[in-house]
């Protein structure tokens, strides 16, 4: 279960307060951690199993890196997306125009 922080937050228009919710800080699962638990649970050694997940993060990297989006099975999926300045016609835009580039990740619906 995620566990959740409750935080206030002032609306400074009306001076009011609500509250909402929001994931309380923990400590991430890093990749060793990740391969000792798919060790625990199958028969590939930790050594492989890491090996096998540091080619995976070179692989999508690579993917993002030319435009293309990567399904990763009932895990999701990442895409890049970027911020771009808006111009009134086709022919001011160009690379200069973009503000920042990023990834994000949808999860599958399982």
């Known amino acids: 279960m995620i566990k959740y922080v409750i935080k206030p937050k002032r609306n400074l228009r009306n001076n009011t307060v609500k509250y909402y919710a929001q994931i309380a800080p923990i400590n991430a699962t890093d990749l060793s951690e990740v391969a000792s638990q798919i060790e625990a649970q199958s028969t590939v050694s930790s050594a492989d199993v890491k090996g096998v997940l540091d080619q995976l993060q070179i692989v999508v990297q690579e993917q993002l890196r030319a435009g293309r989006s990567v399904r990763l099975g009932d895990l999701g999926s990442f895409r ?10 086709a022919d ?10 990023r990834v994000r990740f949808t999860p599958s619906g399982e």
């Not at 890049?80 to 016609?89: E, G, I, Q, R, V």
């Not at 001011?92 to 580039?101: L, P, Y």
């Open 92 to 101: 001011e835009v160009n690379a200069a125009g973009i503000k920042r580039v």
């Open 80 to 89: 890049p997306t970027l911020n771009a300045y808006t111009y009134d016609s």
